[in-house]
């Protein structure tokens, strides 16, 4: 008879177990499409800062601040989950706290003595619970899919998480915004229906996670049991056996830069649509919805490419297809061009992350998840700062959003660049060898 202890692990691929591991990207991409990208920045530069470019300033150093909290943490919350079999339970804990401040992000009107501020502290801890929480996440895909699936896999996650945003963001559209009595009978003084937004997506979220907590498995490598010294002492150890992980340092030196791109991209789509292009709140929020669509379809069909000619390459192919695209919106004349620029970047972002989520996991040994996915989350965010606040500092010198839309152009390039040193091949046999 077969002790637990040496239970076989649960089987791969399993459609209902893969599925509620994806609505977990259906259920946080509401707080990505509505409060990062399109509606709560949108409406903080516009009716919480004293003027546009003085919101977008702001709005940089609450995003820069999130990204180095993040990455500072990130790689100690993984070891300590990875140590403690506590994957879930530190997923829930980040959720249940991001849902919390998004919620009062509602209840700071514009006017309220130091509301800027408090709104900008709020959203600091939900975005940085938010990031902490995708690392729990993340590392639950490489124990529920087989490797030669794992692209794909990751795609369902990425093309269900836009659907997700879209159709919240509809909800926000038809329910909250654009009606001239919004749903509930709330008012639209000082803004409330569009603050109450924020309410829909603290409620999507917890809801819509649920799946996750109740069909996802979780393999427990180690006891369950959580030592802040012993938890420092393995981070610590498996920095120094990073060494052995060469492809890894590569392809995160590669994705600090390149992803860079992404986040300045996502913190300031909607900003600069109003700004630049004159785009009311309401034609914002069309926008992301054409661009989650899009975002998608990108998603869900080049997992299947990833699975076929391997990650590196299909990131590749989507930061030379950004680097255009961004380009094509600093260049655009009219909002006609505006339109065609945001579709193509939606089309190629949710595969570029979609595919670097995959080709960490095919690089992570199984018992390091949790703990590797919070140097994949260090990478993201360690200069996520960088993006933003070059940003900014180009709209504040320049007064033109279009310069400062133009400086995420080099993330790509530099990012391209780097990711070209990685070899995939070595990376995965890196990892296989650490399993056995």
């Not at 940085?128 to 929480?133: L, N, W, Y």
């Not at 076929?308 to 990131?315: E, L, M, N, S």
Request: glycine share 10%; with cysteine.
């Amino acid at each position: 008879m077969t002790s637990k202890a040496a239970a076989a692990p649960h089987p791969y691929d399993v459609p209902k177990v893969i599925w509620s591991w994806a609505m977990f990207d259906w259920a946080n991409s509401a707080f990505t499409t509505l409060v990062i990208t399109f509606i709560y920045s949108f409406y903080f530069t516009k009716a919480m800062a004293p003027d546009e470019n003085t919101g977008t300033t702001w709005w940089t150093y609450a995003v820069s601040t999130s990204a180095v909290l993040t990455a500072l943490l990130s790689p100690i919350c993984g070891a300590a989950a990875d140590r403690g079999g506590a994957r879930k339970r530190f997923l829930m804990i980040a959720s249940i706290i991001s849902g919390l401040a998004t919620a009062a992000l509602a209840f700071v009107p514009p006017g309220m003595a130091h509301g800027p501020l408090l709104a900008l502290i709020l959203f600091v801890l939900a975005d940085m619970s938010f990031e902490i929480g995708a690392v729990f996440y993340n590392a639950f895909l490489t124990s529920i899919a087989s490797p030669e699936r794992i692209g794909r896999v990751s795609g369902y996650g990425w093309g269900l998480g836009y659907v997700g945003g879209m159709a919240c963001m509809i909800v926000a559209l038809v329910g909250f915004v654009q009606p001239d009595v919004p749903w509930f009978g709330m008012t639209k003084e000082l803004g409330w229906n569009i603050r109450a937004t924020n309410l829909l997506v603290a409620g999507w979220f917890l809801v819509f996670a649920l799946p996750l907590f109740l069909f996802v498995p979780e393999t427990k490598l180690t006891p369950a049991k959580i030592s802040v010294k012993e938890t420092f002492q393995e981070l610590m150890q498996t920095v120094r056996d990073l060494r052995k992980y060469r492809e890894i340092v590569k392809f995160l030196l590669a994705r600090v830069v390149f992803n860079d791109g992404l986040v300045t991209i996502f913190a300031f789509g909607g900003i600069y649509a109003g700004g630049t292009f004159g785009m009311e709140l309401s034609d914002v929020i069309v926008f992301g919805i054409v661009l989650n669509v899009a975002s998608g379809i990108g998603a869900f069909a080049f997992g299947f490419l990833d699975d076929k000619i391997g990650g590196k390459k299909t990131i590749m192919v989507t930061i030379v297809a950004l680097f255009i695209t961004t380009a094509i919106a600093v260049w655009a004349p009219t909002r006609f061009w505006f339109w065609v620029a945001g579709i193509l970047l939606g089309i190629f972002c949710g595969p570029n992350q979609s595919a670097s989520r995959s080709l960490m996991g095919r690089f992570v040994p199984d018992k390091h998840q949790s703990e590797f996915f919070g140097f994949f989350a260090f990478s993201g965010k360690a200069t996520a700062f960088m993006g933003p606040f070059l940003l900014g500092q180009v709209v504040r010198v320049f007064h033109s959003q279009r310069a400062g839309i133009a400086s995420i152009l080099l993330f790509f390039v530099v990012g391209g660049l780097l990711l070209m040193l990685v070899d995939e091949k070595k990376g995965v046999a890196a990892a296989q060898a650490a399993n056995h």
